[in-house]
């Protein structure tokens, strides 16, 4: 699982009013093709709009601080954006978990980067345990992280201590307490990646962006007609990560 983030953690001065988690799932079977098929979609992009397949694709800032790429025009950025949501819509056995945080309302102590990246891990865990990925499936299945730097060491402390310290509150009808649901599916620790160098990482990138825009657009994107982008992305969405939202976005 490919992860990237929009928004951030903050509580207290925080520019943002959520913070939005994405992990791209992949299996290890269709790792190849699906990194040719990005290869051949840069290539494509090159041809276009210029853009080199050595520079980074990072969404937000592609829209508001291109830097060099301002050398292209600014909606056919947002073209390439919308291109690159149709073409991961294509690969049928990728899988997007998305989870969004609303900050509104709670308290300052409130551990936003806690309470999302456990979430995304849960739901990881519970989706391979099930086999309810699409693609390929095995009865003994295996996930690792690969996500983006983020605050690395707090990461992995929260991935270990879920290995033998995962308590999940019981359903109403089965009384009050919780259950220590540890993890048995993902293994290693988290393997950090540098987003320039992953297109997977860029491509998790470009579906948190949209996630970030569904439930909070910007001017530009409002203006442009941008803000449902993410339902371009409804055929990989892993929607059992959450029966109670339409396109399986889990809110906390």
Same mark, same amino acid.
């Given at each position: ?29 269709? +790792? ?13 992009? /090159? ?27 600014? /909606?056919?950025?947002? $073209? ?14 990728? =899988?997007?978990? =998305? ?17 999302? +990246? ?51 509150? =019981? ?8 259950? =220590?649901?540890?993890? $048995? ?11 320039? /160098? ?55």
């Amino acid at each position: 699982m490919y992860v990237d983030e929009s928004g951030d953690v903050g509580m207290e001065n925080s520019p943002t009013r959520y913070f939005a988690l994405t992990g791209l799932v992949v299996h290890e079977l269709r +790792w190849r093709e699906y990194l040719n098929q990005l290869i051949d979609f840069r290539r494509r992009m /090159h041809e276009h709009f210029g853009l080199r397949l050595r520079e980074e694709l990072h969404s937000s800032q592609l829209i508001t601080r291109p830097g060099a790429l301002t050398r292209i025009k600014r /909606h056919d950025r947002l $073209t390439i954006i919308r291109f690159f949501a149709n073409e991961l819509a294509s690969m049928g056995d990728l =899988n997007l978990i =998305n989870i969004v945080i609303d900050k509104q309302g709670k308290t300052t102590d409130c551990d936003v980067f806690e309470i999302a +990246w456990r979430a995304l891990i849960q739901r990881f865990e519970n989706t391979l345990s099930h086999r309810n990925f699409s693609g390929p499936a095995n009865p003994d299945d295996r996930g690792v992280l690969l996500p983006d730097h983020t605050d690395d060491k707090r990461l992995v402390q929260l991935l270990r201590r879920m290995r033998h310290f995962n308590p999940v509150p =019981n359903q109403p009808q089965h009384g009050m307490g919780y259950r =220590n649901l540890t993890l $048995t599916k993902i293994i290693e620790d988290p393997n950090f990646r540098d987003s320039r /160098h992953s297109y997977f990482i860029q491509a998790a990138d470009l579906a948190a962006y949209l996630l970030y825009q569904f439930v909070a657009p910007n001017a530009y994107i409002r203006k442009r007609g941008a803000k449902n982008y993410l339902t371009r992305l409804e055929p990989i969405l892993c929607k059992v990560a959450s029966t109670n939202d339409p396109y399986g976005i889990v809110r906390l």
